[in-house]
């Protein structure tokens, strides 16, 4: 199958006074037509950086240093101006961290419709609203009364799902969330991920779903990437990952990842710290946590591994290393 | 340390304990029951979880358990006495023995004292050290106890040069250093890296295996909970009010309010197989009810599957089920088992 | 753990601290050199610099030389020597102002925002009022009635309606610090209200206040100059405001070529130290918040 979104080798960069810092160190990935690929990792992992740095939206002193995007074959990088307001929201639409809070509050929710699609050249109000309405329904709520409220009338799991609505307007082809379902009680998140999963299944829309929660992963996602200090280090497919994962982090973070049901005795954390991304030590990030590592991660850092069908591995003890 | 019931002497004991914060000027007064007839006992040495998300009153629970708050309703006993009405010796007995750790750790350290001042200050209120260079060493002892190794690389650090995980140690490095009968910890780990959790976790439990320290474990994840308490006690909260109580692990495998079977439904688990096949509960409604205007009767009615005509009427009382295992609901004998998985 | 291995704290810690940020900030460095040379002409500068109150009629309006090397001014006397006798009380009439207003402030502020309730809105109803009048006609009706005879009786008229400002900014710095968790852990820790404080609420505020408290000293400084230009205030001729109210009043140094010397002597000394004290709040900020620290 063709790809919707390729990137390769991708490196960010953010230009400190204390030096220079790799957010996103040649990473790789892929993500296919209509599928929910999780990017994991917690903070400092660079994984809102390369989410940013696919709408060529990185801020400053932020700036792409290498590496290509491309989506549906064409290259990202390079749109600029009209071109680059189209493929935003058109074709890739994002969905912030906690963006329930970043809506207008003196807007009504139609407005906030009308207002993007105008500024994506849609001046059609009914045939907005009429979007719009269907958009509401698809996440489970109801259009009429919602369509009319402020913001601050509404709870944060409904605007939650106003603004994935809205992120779908224009009928994007990849949908980016940021840990969409932080500051949301449990029973609205196994709601949202529902309802993604809904989408999913309606529209065909691909998504990349960014989150440190392993659980999360496990609910809704078809392929997993584990980034770990700006690397990708670790994709495969959900299964593959969680009862066949063969890089210590993905391992790691399995096992720190307490549960409901289930052994316990089994969880232990990850010891130590993550790395200082201005002056990393050379070979691989990892290594300084690991239990597997030798000599060679300290001097060596690994590549990523085709080592089965669809599952690649950045680690150079992978054969020992098991979940 | 840990069967079910022989754990030492209730050192907390809350009596029918309600609070309700009034907010608003004269034309717009909000009246917001935050925690409502609660009954909780908490004994020396055990570590209990009250568990809720957010809203329920669980935070506000830990701060009138602390002092901050006082009760509008109800008695908070310490050692059997209210302790509103403490003698002044009593009083600074229990100022000591009962401290706080909040969620957020940038928050809670004074950004322009040092680390070493930050633990100086309690240890010589309290003449656990009897000059600043005394007190020095002691807070580096502490730091060390609490994994900060070498300490003297923190002593004289500010708290935004600390990563989250060791300013969160050094929090409870703090709250320790008084040597106190009981800790509140409110979300202790949820600003935390998730790989970094369980050792903060780990390191409270020593705390109680070690000192006897009793925790109060305040926090929405459940699969936090069932790690760090194991065999203590767990109580849910929903809305400000205490819908189940008893023996964890006992709880999560047979919990029989219609909420907690909800939540537990709800909560994700890390293994795929488990996670997609699950059921969840159907709820009559998803959205929370207004906390300025909440449901008459049990609170959680508008939203219970079950829920009968006596339940918009009246207001349940824990049922005893067995054992410690209580549940709030007027018809907890017919609610049928439920597991999601 | 033994008391050897635990490292001593750094002595002297805020002397370090701006010692380091003078060496980065070379805004800062300029204008703590202009201050420290304003402090310098003021301390020892009367005892170096000899004033001749003489009148030399003949020798008025001098242009700069090496003798005299601001000029003379309308009866033949130093300027410079008039600066620098000057600097004296200019700067601590400007000291005890800034003293005096940030302790109003203070008190105020912090009454206000610890205890609230009906003490906070009293006290807020008096800032308001403060606030609401405008301080320089308010000087000028006190200074007229009360008879100003010294550096520090100045510095009260100057200070009595100017703190309003930096009271409401206390204050509100104090309503949100109260609610923050290390307040709240310090409360649950028995720790007294004496040491909450001094030692966990002022030092926050530290970094405001003493920023304020230069601009304070600068505004003292031009409020003082303004009620002497007008003649309010019986001054010593060596005072910079007098001295600019003598050139322009009184001399007519401004319409006289060679007096322009004599008339902007003082402005620009009054600019200068105005300059130093903005330039060394930037670096302030730096020393004294160690959140901007790395």
Known sequence: ?323 | MGGELNVGEPIIELENVSITFTRGSLFKRTRVEAVVHVNLKIHEGEILALVGESGCGKTTLGKLIVGVYRPTEGVIRYKGQDIRHLSRDAYREYRRNVQIVHQDSYAALNPVRTIAQSLSAPLLRYRFARNGHEARVKAAELLELMGLSPAGDFLDKYPHQLSGGQRQRVVLARAVALQPKLIVADEPVSMIDVSLRLSILDLMRSLNERFGITFLYITHDLATARYFVQNGRIAVMYLGQLVEQGNLQRVLETPRHPYLQALLSAVPVPDPKKARHGKPLPLRSLDLPDPTNPPSGCRFHPRCPYAEEICARENPPLHLLEGDHYAACHLIERIPVWKPW | MTTATVPAPRRFDLLYQTYRVLRRNKRALAGFLILAGFLLMAAIGPYVVPLDMTAHYEQRYLPPSLAHPLGTDYVGRDTFALIVHGSRDVLSIAFFAAVFTVGIALTVGMLSGLQGGMLDALLMLLTNTVLTIPKFPVMLVFATIFHVKDPVSLAIILSVWAWGGLARAVRSQILSLKEREFIEAARVMGLSLGHIIIKELLPNIMPYVAINFLYIMKDAITASVGLMLLGVIPFSASNWGMMLNLAIKQAGAIYIPQGIYYATAPMVAIILFQLGALFFAHGLDEVLNPRLRS
């Not at chain 1, 792409?64 to 549906?72: K, L, M, Y």
């Open chain 1, 1 to 323: 199958m063709k790809p919707l979104l390729h990137v390769k080798d991708l490196v960010v960069e953010f230009e400190l006074e204390r030096g220079t810092l790799r957010a996103v160190n040649e990473a790789s990935l892929v993500v296919y037509p209509g599928e929910i690929f999780a990017l994991v990792g917690e903070s400092g992992s660079g994984k809102s950086t390369l989410a940013f740095a696919l709408l060529n939206l990185v801020p400053p002193p932020g700036r792409i240093a290498s590496g290509r995007v491309e989506f549906d074959g064409q290259d990202v990088l390079s749109l600029d101006g009209n071109a680059l307001r189209q493929y935003r929201w058109r074709n890739v639409a994002m969905v912030f961290q906690a963006a329930q809070n970043v809506m207008n509050p003196v807007m009504h929710i139609a407005d906030h419709f009308i207002d993007t699609a105008a500024d994506h050249g849609e001046h059609n109000r009914d045939a907005v609203l009429q979007r719009a309405t269907e958009l509401l329904q698809m996440v489970r709520l109801e259009p009429k009364q919602v369509l009319r409220a402020y913001p601050h009338q509404l709870s944060g799991g409904m605007r939650q799902r106003v603004v994935i609505a809205l992120s779908l307007l224009l009928n994007p082809r990849l949908l980016i969330l940021d840990e969409p379902t932080t500051a949301l009680d449990v029973v609205t998140q196994a709601y949202i991920m529902d309802i993604l999963n809904d989408i999913r299944q309606k529209t065909g829309i691909a998504m990349l779903l960014l989150t440190h929660d392993m659980s999360v992963v496990a609910k809704v996602a078809d392929r997993v990437g584990v980034m770990y200090a700006g690397r990708l280090v670790e994709t495969g497919d959900i299964y593959t990952i969680f009862y066949r994962a063969r890089h210590p982090y993905t391992v790691g973070l399995l096992n720190a990842a307490p549960s409901l049901v289930g052994d316990l005795t089994s969880k232990r954390p990850i010891p130590g710290m993550p790395p200082d991304l201005v002056n990393p030590p050379p070979g691989c990030p990892f290594a300084p946590r690991c239990s597997y590592a030798t000599s060679r991660c300290e001097t060596e850092n690994p590549v990523m591994l085709r080592i089965e069908e669809g599952h690649e591995v950045a680690c150079h003890n992978w054969e020992r290393v098991h979940v």
